[in-house]
């Protein structure tokens, strides 16, 4: 009997359906948000995102893609966008996976992780769309070596970044960013919870990981809006902040 978990979710967001499909259905677009992933633009193209392969096309409406692996194992990601009133969408995104051969152990932590980090996203595309819409990006990935299974260490990031008990979304940070003069940008917090931190600044969303709670390492990925954002230099500069935060 296949084992199968799903996650749907449903939002609104504050763009219309081209601007929506961009963001979801484009290369560009989901490094806006997301991460990089290439996606050829046709039903049975290549997809990046674990070598997957296109299975729905219809812009600006319907965008699915889908993983299948030797072992049994399928991981669909599908997209449907709606106009809701002209100048909003209504966007209905689904995660299914599926597994016709032997689970192992580690199913039920992969699927704790991906319904998390799918609250994280989505919230991260409704910031992009409401702010950030159309604007090129560069990702910045950074992570420390090992696993981590110690929230400590996150919550000494947290305290790193400004962020003392009693900081809520909506407060505002002064951030010093590594590698570029010009002195601390003004931030807001836009999201946080216990694995995930959310800084929105004026050209710029910065997204911090934590990878306790499911054994895996401490990471950041952030979306740089700003035109003049050196990659490879930025994403030294961040890796080394990461790794020499203090405990």
């Known amino acids: 009997m296949a084992q199968e978990f799903r996650v749907r979710r449903e939002q609104e967001l504050a ?5 929506v499909w ?3 259905a484009t290369a560009g677009g989901n490094l806006g948000w997301l991460y990089p992933m290439e996606i050829e633009p046709h039903i049975g193209g290549k997809v990046s995102r674990g070598d997957g392969t296109v299975v729905a096309w219809e812009p600006p409406h319907h965008f699915a893609c889908r993983v299948t692996r030797d072992d049994g194992f399928s991981n669909t990601l599908s997209y449907q966008i709606e106009p809701a009133d002209g100048v909003t969408s209504r966007l209905r995104m689904g995660i299914h996976w599926v ?3 032997v689970v192992d152990d580690g199913w039920d932590t992969r699927a704790d992780a991906a319904e998390k980090h799918v609250d994280f996203y ?18 910045v990935k950074a992570d420390r070596p090992g696993p981590s299974a110690d929230p400590a260490e996150f919550a000494a990031l947290r305290r790193r970044l400004g962020l003392a008990d009693g900081k ?5 940070l002064s951030l010093t960013l590594p ?4 002195g601390p940008v003004d931030v807001i917090v836009d999201y ?3 694995d995930f ?3 929105r600044g004026p050209d710029a969303l910065y997204r911090f990981f934590d990878g306790s709670s499911w054994n895996w390492p401490i990471w950041l990925g952030h979306h740089l809006f700003a035109k003049d954002t050196d990659e490879e230099q930025t994403v030294q500069a961040w890796t080394a902040w990461l790794n020499d935060a203090p405990s």
């Open 168 to 172: 809520a979304v909506g407060d505002r």
């Open 179 to 182: 590698g570029r003069d010009g």
């Open 99 to 101: 597994h016709e051969g």
């Open 192 to 194: 946080l919870t216990r």
């Open 15 to 19: 763009a219309a359906p081209d601007q």
């Open 22 to 24: 961009h963001a979801v």
């Open 197 to 199: 931190i959310g800084l």
């Open 122 to 139: 989505q919230h991260s595309l409704a910031e992009y769309l409401t702010h950030f819409a159309g604007r090129p990006a560069v990702y």
